[in-house]
Protein backbone atom coordinates (compact mmCIF):
# COMPACT_ATOMS: atom_id res chain seq x y z
CA UNK A 1 0.00 0.00 0.00
CA UNK A 2 1.28 3.38 -0.65
CA UNK A 3 1.97 5.93 2.16
CA UNK A 4 2.58 9.07 2.26
CA UNK A 5 6.20 10.78 2.98
CA UNK A 6 6.89 14.08 5.52
CA UNK A 7 7.70 16.80 3.78
CA UNK A 8 10.70 19.23 5.03
CA UNK A 9 7.49 21.28 7.03
CA UNK A 10 5.95 18.33 8.01
CA UNK A 11 8.66 16.17 9.20
CA UNK A 12 9.46 19.18 11.45
CA UNK A 13 6.29 19.67 12.82
CA UNK A 14 6.32 15.98 13.47
CA UNK A 15 9.23 15.36 15.44
CA UNK A 16 8.20 18.45 17.38
CA UNK A 17 4.70 16.85 18.29
CA UNK A 18 6.94 13.63 19.08
CA UNK A 19 9.51 14.65 20.87
CA UNK A 20 6.98 14.96 24.09
CA UNK A 21 6.62 11.67 26.45
CA UNK A 22 5.24 9.26 25.80
CA UNK A 23 4.49 9.95 22.03
CA UNK A 24 5.94 6.96 19.41
CA UNK A 25 6.02 7.16 15.76
CA UNK A 26 3.74 4.94 13.88
CA UNK A 27 5.38 3.54 11.20
CA UNK A 28 4.56 3.31 8.04
CA UNK A 29 1.54 6.02 8.91
CA UNK A 30 -1.74 4.88 8.78
CA UNK A 31 -4.80 6.08 6.56
CA UNK A 32 -7.63 7.13 8.49
CA UNK A 33 -10.94 9.16 8.96
CA UNK A 34 -12.66 10.79 11.43
CA UNK A 35 -15.14 8.94 13.18
CA UNK A 36 -17.58 11.84 13.89
CA UNK A 37 -17.39 13.58 10.31
CA UNK A 38 -17.97 13.00 6.64
CA UNK A 39 -15.42 12.69 3.75
CA UNK A 40 -12.21 13.77 6.50
CA UNK A 41 -9.75 11.29 6.14
CA UNK A 42 -5.71 11.36 6.48
CA UNK A 43 -2.75 9.72 8.10
CA UNK A 44 -1.83 8.77 11.26
CA UNK A 45 1.98 9.26 11.75
CA UNK A 46 1.91 8.50 15.84
CA UNK A 47 0.64 8.57 19.03
CA UNK A 48 0.83 9.59 22.30
CA UNK A 49 -0.83 8.31 25.68
CA UNK A 50 -1.93 11.12 28.07
CA UNK A 51 -1.55 11.31 31.90
CA UNK A 52 -5.39 10.05 32.46
CA UNK A 53 -5.01 7.05 29.89
CA UNK A 54 -6.33 8.54 26.61
CA UNK A 55 -4.91 8.19 23.19
CA UNK A 56 -4.38 11.26 21.19
CA UNK A 57 -3.12 10.65 17.30
CA UNK A 58 -0.94 12.91 15.64
CA UNK A 59 -2.83 13.20 11.97
CA UNK A 60 -3.09 15.09 8.53
CA UNK A 61 -6.63 15.61 7.89
CA UNK A 62 -7.59 16.41 4.72
CA UNK A 63 -11.28 18.18 5.01
CA UNK A 64 -12.30 18.64 1.62
CA UNK A 65 -10.21 17.81 -1.38
CA UNK A 66 -8.39 15.02 -0.79
CA UNK A 67 -4.26 16.22 -0.63
CA UNK A 68 -5.21 19.73 -0.36
CA UNK A 69 -5.13 21.57 2.76
CA UNK A 70 -4.04 19.02 4.86
CA UNK A 71 -3.90 19.74 9.12
CA UNK A 72 -1.68 18.85 11.66
CA UNK A 73 -3.14 18.25 14.62
CA UNK A 74 -4.05 15.99 18.12
CA UNK A 75 -7.12 13.58 17.42
CA UNK A 76 -8.80 11.41 20.02
CA UNK A 77 -8.31 8.24 19.89
CA UNK A 78 -11.93 8.10 19.74
CA UNK A 79 -12.29 9.74 16.72
CA UNK A 80 -10.22 8.78 14.42
CA UNK A 81 -11.37 5.07 12.33
CA UNK A 82 -8.71 3.30 10.59
CA UNK A 83 -9.03 2.61 6.81
CA UNK A 84 -6.52 -0.21 6.02
Do not use: I
Amino acid sequence: MWTPTADERLAEQLQAALARPHASHVSPPRPVALATEDKVVGWLWGRLQTEEGAWLGPATMYYGTLFDGAELGWHPGTRLRTLD
